[in-house]
């Protein structure tokens, strides 16, 4: 088992490698309640809907570790459960069978471009500051969403987009103090800081009455056969669901690959060269699990930024996410438990990995405008989007621009011409996207 995953080669161990699955696991399984609860909004039932996500997670997490050999979790992505719920189902008037046909078609759209390594090509066409800026831009998305989530940052008032929280609330004060363990620890070099943090803050969440202790820890799962198989595959052939497809192909296409990169750079998993060395196994793995979500009844399925949290503790290999995967199947019978984490609880973890994934900020030339100009347009448009895919885009459309400008269009390769292109055909569906 050693050798299979390369413990020696990456210089980690047993123990690293499943305080790291359970951290991941933990920050990301949330989306066992969210996703469902998304989704209800097409129509698809809640109960079916939480056994197809669990499914999904388990498949694509366990194929990226044992294939891919990679700390790198899979699950069904927020943003495009949006974009199918309240765009292709409420607005457009789709129903939710043939938006899952479009989810299916993407999905091998994404195999058969990855089989053909054309993702991959696509994917060494960006120059290493978009590629660190993804890394930057996701630290600080993972930050905001993780202060957001201790309630220590809410919605502002009129003319101001965010506030303080209310600190005189039990929630963001545990939550700091969960901060203040883990960076506590953290200084400390304490093993499984991340972890430890998490879980003291939901024992302590118990204690004091603030998260309710689950009356059941058990329960058989829901029958899948309601929404099992039943996509429609002929209704998302039609020419007006063209621009459906499409823009569930390059968001799809743009999370998976900001997220791999941007992990990777913070485990260290980058060449060189800025490049994912056999980029095209945890490609294949999130185009194979996008197919599988479709089949079972989910959507856009790919690579977790939450799996930086299982990198910072420790996690270098697949065994990272075999842990992940296997826990995952415990949630088809403890869901009542292991859902009950409360985000005041995970949120200090997201801000702790945000602070940690900065490091890549000093890959960045601060003298070529050339350069620093797309990467802050792309972390930038990722944190004041709230949206990753909207920050990666970004960044593949300026670039080529800031290029000519510069008299260095010949440093702009061909691969980056296509996803500006393809970039551009997104912003011209993107307010379709929207509801």
């Not at 109960?47 to 979790?73: D, E, H, K």
């Amino acid at each position: 088992m050693r050798e299979f995953f390369g413990f020696q080669q990456h210089g980690t161990s047993y123990r690293r490698e499943f305080l790291a699955g359970i951290t991941t696991f933990f920050t990301m399984v949330y989306i066992v309640i969210v996703n469902p609860a998304i989704l209800e909004a097409a129509g698809i039932p809640r109960g079916p809907s939480m056994v197809a996500t669990i499914i999904t997670a388990i498949f694509g997490t366990l194929i990226m570790g044992i294939y891919a050999n990679r700390p790198i979790a899979i699950a069904p992505y927020m943003g495009e459960n949006a974009f199918i719920a309240f765009t292709v189902v409420r607005i457009l008037g789709y129903s939710w069978q043939t938006a899952l046909g479009a989810v299916f078609l993407g999905g091998v759209l994404f195999t058969l471009l990855t089989v053909l390594k054309l993702r991959s090509w696509l994917a060494s066409a960006i120059p290493h500051s978009l590629k660190y800026s993804f890394a930057i831009g996701i630290g600080l998305f993972l930050a905001f969403l993780g202060l957001n989530e201790m309630s220590v940052v809410s919605l502002g008032i009129p003319g101001a987009p965010v506030k303080l929280g209310d600190l005189g609330n039990l929630k963001p004060l545990l939550a700091l103090l969960g901060f203040v363990t883990i960076a506590f620890m953290m200084i400390r070099k304490i093993p499984g800081s991340i972890i430890i943090g998490i879980l003291s803050i939901t024992i302590l969440s118990f204690l004091i009455g603030l998260t309710p202790v689950p009356d059941r820890f058990l329960s058989l799962p829901p029958d899948l056969s309601p929404i099992f198989l039943q996509l429609d595959i002929r209704g998302a052939l039609t020419f007006g669901f063209v621009g459906v497809v499409l823009t569930v192909l390059v968001m799809g296409f743009v999370d998976t690959m900001g997220t791999l990169i941007g992990v990777s750079a913070r485990a260290g998993f980058l060449d060189k060269s800025g490049n994912l060395p056999e980029i095209e196994k945890p490609m294949l793995v999130d185009a194979l699990s996008t197919v599988v979500a479709a089949l079972v009844g989910t959507t856009t399925s790919g690579a977790y930024i939450e799996s930086a949290t299982g990198v910072e503790a420790g996690g270098r290999t697949g065994f990272t996410a075999v842990v992940v995967a296997l826990l995952f199947v415990l949630t088809l019978f403890f869901a009542p438990l292991l859902t009950v984490v409360p985000p005041h609880a995970y949120g200090p973890a997201l801000l702790i990995v945000g602070i940690l994934m900065l490091e890549a900020t000093t890959k960045l030339d601060y003298s070529d405008f050339g350069e620093l100009i797309p990467s802050f347009v792309t972390i930038t448009m990722m944190i004041f989007t709230f949206n990753i895919g909207v920050g990666i885009t970004a960044g593949f459309v300026i670039y080529p621009l800031v290029k000519l400008f510069q008299g260095k269009i010949r440093d702009v390769r061909a691969g980056m011409w296509v996803l500006s292109a393809a970039s551009v055909v997104f912003y011209i569906f993107y307010p379709y996207s929207q509801h």
